[in-house]
């Protein structure tokens, strides 16, 4: 079965960087057409973060733009969230997300706390 397993969360400083990972397994990852990263505050809806999408390109959420970069390496299946110059209002749950055969699939989510 499709299973996506993030990585790479954890406590930073403003300003500070971190790159989540999601290995994507149980689908050939070369036909997923896009890949998305959403976040998830305490008391807030979730929301989309960035996405991949092949042949098409990138795009992101207004509030993360020129501070993150999502990227795919297709030998290693696995997407990525590089995260620059983090802001506490970033802190969240963040989960990536691919559509397949008309199925969502949603990972379990890693934990990006910004604080001093």
């Known amino acids: 079965q499709v299973q996506l397993v993030e990585s790479g969360g954890g406590l930073v400083q403003p300003g500070e960087s971190l790159t989540l990972s999601c290995a994507v397994s149980g689908a050939d990852f070369t036909s997923i057409s896009q890949m998305d990263w959403y976040r998830q505050a305490p008391g807030n809806q979730r929301g989309f973060v960035a996405r991949?999408?092949?042949?098409?390109?990138?795009y992101y959420a207004t509030s993360v733009k020129g501070r993150f970069t999502v990227s795919a390496d297709d030998a290693k299946h696995t997407i990525y969230l590089q995260m620059n110059s983090l802001k506490p209002e970033d802190t969240a749950v963040y989960l990536c997300?691919?559509?397949?055969?008309?199925?969502?699939?949603w990972g379990q989510g890693t934990q990006v706390t910004v604080s001093s």
């Open positions: 991949i999408a092949r042949n098409l390109g990138t």
């Open positions: 997300k691919i559509d397949k055969n008309g199925n969502t699939y």
